[in-house]
C-alpha cells in the first residue's frame, strides 16, 4: 500500500510535515505517522517513493533503541491498537507510525558531520571553514575530517529553507548550557553510530538530530535518527575521496533533479519509474544492512 497522505478521522490532525503526519492522542501524547512522501530541496514532491515510510519508521526505531543507553528518545510504550480501533485506520498506520510523548521541539537541527560532503563542501571551498569551524587546507571532496565536527542549521517551515548558522548563534537561540549539551550529545550519538554502521559496510557521512524538552525539563531525542532521508549513507566499498560516492539515501533524488531545468521551487516535477524503483532499492538496502533484517 502507497500512503502518500493519512487520513485518520478518529484522531484531531496537528500538523503535516514534509513526510509524517502528526495527530493528537491527548495532553501527553502524538502520533506520528510516515508517510511515502519525499522531499528535496525543502520542496515536497509529487511522487511518493512506495513503503518509505515503513522502512524509515523501522530504522528510527532501530536507532532509537539503539541509543537509549545515551539519551532518552520519546518513544512511548502505547500500541497503535490501543488507540485506533477502525481497521481501515490501523491499516495506514501499520508499520509506518508510532505514538510518542509530547515535548517541546527545540528551533534547531543538529547537523553532524564526519565527512566533507554537501552544503559543507560548498562552505569549504568558499572559506576553509563550516558554519564558522576552520578546517584545514587541502581537504577534497568526500575526505574524512580530522575530527566529527557539529554545524548546526535552522529549523525551517516547509517551503522555506534550512540555513547554516554558528554555533554561537544556537547559544543565542536556546542558550549556552542546552546548545553545549545538544552539541555533546549528537557528536556522541553520531560517533556510536558510525562504529557499528561500518562493520557492516555503510559509511555515515553526516546525520541531523532534532530534539525536544520534555515536560520534566530533560533534553529528549524526536523525529527521526539516522534514517536515509537524514543521513548519508555511503556503501563502504564504492568510497572513494574525490568523487560523491554511491549512497543508500535521498542524494540519488537530488542527483536526478539537478538533470532536469527546475528551479527547486513549487510545483516539484513528478519522478519517473525507473527513478523510484532505484529509489526504494536503495533505502531498503540500508534498511536491511543496518538492522540485520
Known sequence: MILFESKLHSLPLLKKGKVRDIYIVDDQHLLIVATDRISAYDVILPTP????????????????????????NHISDIKLEDILSDKEELRQTQGRAIIVKKVKPLPVEAVV????????WKDYQLNGKICGITLPQGLQLAEKLPETIYTPSTKAAIGSHDENITFADTCELIGVDLAKQIRDISIKIYNHAIDYAIKRGIIIADTKFEFGIDSNGKLVLIDEILTSDS???????EYQIGTSPKSFDKQFVRDYLETLDWDKKPPAPTLPSDIVDKTITKYQAAQKIITNS
Open 49 to 72: 517513493i512506495p513503503n518509505k515510510g515503513k522502512i524509515l519508521t523501522e530504522l528510527s526505531n532501530f536507532w532509537f533503541d539503539f541509543t537509549s543507553s545515551i539519551i532518552p
Open 231 to 237: 543521513s548519508r549513507f555511503w556503501d563502504m566499498d
Open 113 to 120: 558531520r564526519g565527512y566533507l560532503i554537501g552544503s559543507g
